[in-house]
């Protein structure tokens, strides 16, 4: 009888652990299935690698990314492996900001990460590339892989190109603006059909570096995304090479036995801090590092983040402060060039990524473009400082992340105006109850309190297409990479759980001091905690609810796992950080 297997497959190599579910007589029900599945004899002896797609119909962010894993299973059968698909979900951001539906967004990025794990280790497979495109795709693969600890790198789709009205190259931000500036009466019904309209011309996540395209680059900066990779704008021809590019580098990493902490580091991850404030990227970025840290049990919190802001200034005139968008930096020399600069001025430290080559021999083959006005040095900033700050004080114990990118405040001090959700505070800007001078308080939005901790987007792109600029914005929630001005957010502890935040009245007088990181309120908070009586929390069920259950706070990363202190971190895992 001819066995379709041989006696040293009965157990699974450290190089193909699908074995486990492929090799011996008491597999051959398994076998069966694959078979079914379009396996054959051959095929049993390959690693067996998943491509994990976010694709969606619902979005320019994903709706391109079916046609992105053509060239990813290219790429692993050329290299020697079988690709199996899956999917997962997508909840997006724009779509859903400023209505309930945002409080789906940060929980999605638990479901993503718990699916890809259900996938890749129900089936036991022998590594994976997540193909992700809007925001909370992007950390959640990162996630996923620092949990299971396998051969894996994540793929993303890349930006939209500008829209235009007439020869103004424009974006979603330039939507929200206008937005504001409708409610405020300057442009009538017309006006924001054309900007509407023109924003966005195809598939794409948003255009600035906002929080999808800055966690493109932080991955990338920390080896777990192919250098150059993710910054080809998704239309562009390039994008189908870099899809094989992927698939064939998967394969190779499972044949050198090459796991996704070896990229995930305490070193790598402040890397990807100091890519983020010079990038003058998203504030979201602070939860997503610390996330990804957490999955991996690398000590790495907001104050790390923190510091890499203190040490890197902003070299890249991107918005939402700056002038450009992706494609721009692309053109100019993408992540490359940044990281030359960065390695160059001693901000970053070598570390492996996951093309086989180390961050600094990628950095190495830079091209600038004649003449680029996108990235400048760290000799001659875009901003002295970095792109954000991590601060603390009366209302906020646990620390809050203020946006530091597209202004220069320092200082801002004024009464507040409070609100207990998003909704509120949106229809007073837009019928003038708030503006200048006032520091608007939006609580309740945590992610317990959402539950989610919705972006704020909205409030703030209103506040500047009214022509607010003398506010200061705080909240529980978070923002959106393409918000800017003075505003602070993951404010922690939160309202939901008791956070001083809660105690908070209107007229009270608040200071934001970013020198001294300190964010207080001229009142007797402990006083009025004995008398605080906490209004009811919106109600959640399902999924929601379950959230609600586990999340932890802000400052932690807002994760659904537990959190090990370093003493509980795994010897191997502890050695491969300090190396």
């Not at 157990?11 to 078979?35: E, F, I, M, N």
């Amino acid at each position: 009888m001819t066995q379709d297997f041989t006696p040293e497959d009965t157990a699974p190599s450290p190089k193909r652990r699908s074995a486990v579910v492929t090799a011996g007589p008491s597999r051959a029900a398994a076998r069966s299935y694959l078979r079914a599945a379009g396996m054959d004899d051959a095929d049993f002896q390959k690693p067996m690698v998943a491509v994990v797609n976010t694709w969606s119909s619902v979005t320019p962010c994903n709706m391109h990314l079916d046609r992105l894993a053509k060239d990813v299973r290219a790429g692993i059968i050329a290299a020697g492996g079988f690709p199996i698909d899956f999917n997962t979900i997508v909840v997006t951001d724009g779509i859903s900001m400023g209505t309930p539906g945002m409080k789906a967004s940060l929980i999605s990025r638990e479901v993503v990460a718990d699916s890809i794990e259900l996938a890749v280790q129900g089936h036991q497979l022998d590594g994976v590339v997540c193909i992700v495109g809007c925001d909370k795709t992007i950390p959640a693969a990162a996630m996923a892989l620092a949990r299971m600890d396998i051969p894996g790198l994540v793929y993303y789709g890349g930006t939209i190109l500008p829209g235009r009205i007439g020869s103004a190259e424009i974006s979603i931000q330039e939507v929200f603006e206008a937005i504001g500036a409708h409610g405020a009466g300057t442009i009538d019904d017309d006006q924001l059909k054309a900007v509407e309209s023109a924003a966005c011309p195809g598939a794409g996540a948003c255009g600035g570096q906002f929080t999808a395209n800055t966690m493109a680059m932080a991955l990338s900066m920390m080896g777990l995304s192919p250098m150059g990779a993710n910054d080809v704008p998704a239309v562009d021809p390039a994008k189908a090479a870099e899809g094989e590019r992927c698939g064939r580098l998967i394969v190779e990493r499972i044949f050198a036995g090459d796991t996704a902490r070896k990229y995930i580091t305490r070193a790598s991850l402040k890397n990807a801090a100091v890519a983020v404030s010079a990038s003058g990227g998203s504030t979201n970025a602070v939860m997503h590092l610390t996330a990804i840290a957490a999955e991996a049990g690398v000590e790495f919190g907001i104050e790390d983040c923190h510091q890499a802001c203190v040490e890197a200034p902003v070299i890249c005139d991107l918005k939402p402060g700056g002038r450009f968008l992706a494609s721009h930096l692309y053109a100019a020399g993408g992540t490359r060039l940044v990281t030359q600069r960065l390695a160059a001025a001693g901000k970053i430290v070598n570390a492996p990524t996951v093309s086989g080559r180390s961050l600094f021999a990628e950095a190495a083959e830079a091209e600038e473009a004649p003449g680029q006005q996108v990235v400048t040095t760290v000799e001659a900033p875009v901003m002295a400082r970095g792109s954000y700050a991590v601060i603390h004080g009366d209302l906020a114990p646990e620390g809050a992340i203020i946006k530091l990118a597209g202004h220069a405040i320092d200082r801002f001090e004024g009464p507040a105006c409070v609100f207990d959700s998003e909704e509120d505070a949106f229809h007073a800007v837009q019928d003038g109850s708030v503006g200048e001078g006032d520091v608007i308080i939006i609580r309740y939005e945590g992610p317990r309190g959402g539950p989610g901790m919705r972006e704020m987007l909205q409030v703030t792109a209103a506040l500047k297409g009214r022509g607010v600029v003398n506010v200061a914005l705080l909240t529980d929630g978070r923002f959106s990479g393409a918000s800017y001005g003075f505003v602070a957010g993951h404010i922690s502890p939160e309202a939901a759980v008791g956070g001083p935040i809660a105690l908070v009245r209107d007229g009270d007088r608040i200071t934001i001091d970013v020198t001294n990181r300190r964010i207080d309120v001229a009142a007797d908070l402990v006083a009025r905690r004995r008398d605080h009586v906490a209004p009811p929390l919106s109600p959640a069920t399902g999924v929601f609810a379950k959230y609600r259950a586990s999340v932890a706070s802000a400052s932690q990363g807002a994760v659904t796992i537990p959190n090990p202190p370093p003493a509980q971190v795994p010897a191997t895992t502890q050695a491969r950080q300090e190396a």
